[in-house]
Nanobody, 121 residues
């Protein structure tokens, strides 16, 4: 199994910044894509950003220019730098990874428990 643990969430004023981290551990053979979604109360889970093992990134339109995703493959960790935060960015941020636990197993998507980000106006 693969476990994901997020950190770095908290309370910040509008216009501020936060850096989230998500570390994968456990029985990992390989990880391809890592990324982030978010879920605000009463809303559907929303795509935030993703990064491939080669470094290719993709972002939701509303995050482009404000959020930056990166990863450290040696540490199986992905980061989300969030700048110019807005109250509407308030949500639980969940990271995921697509990983294999053995060479012959299929790729499975694993999720973390999430970290709360609250942006005050």
């Amino acid at each position: 199994q693969v476990q994901l643990v997020e950190s770095g969430g908290g309370l910040v004023q509008a216009g501020g910044s936060l850096r989230l981290a998500c570390a994968a551990s456990g029985s990992i053979f390989s990880i391809t894509t890592m990324g982030w979604y978010r879920q605000a109360p009463g809303k559907q889970r929303e795509f935030v950003a993703t990064i491939a093992d080669g470094g290719t990134t993709d972002y939701a339109d509303s995050m482009k220019g404000r959020f930056t995703i990166s990863r450290d493959n040696a540490k199986n960790t992905t980061y989300l730098q969030m700048n110019s935060l807005k109250p509407e960015d308030t949500a639980v941020y969940l990271c995921y990874c697509n990983a294999k636990t053995r060479p012959w197993t299929i790729m499975v998507k694993y999720w973390g428990q999430g970290t709360q980000v609250t942006v005050s106006s």
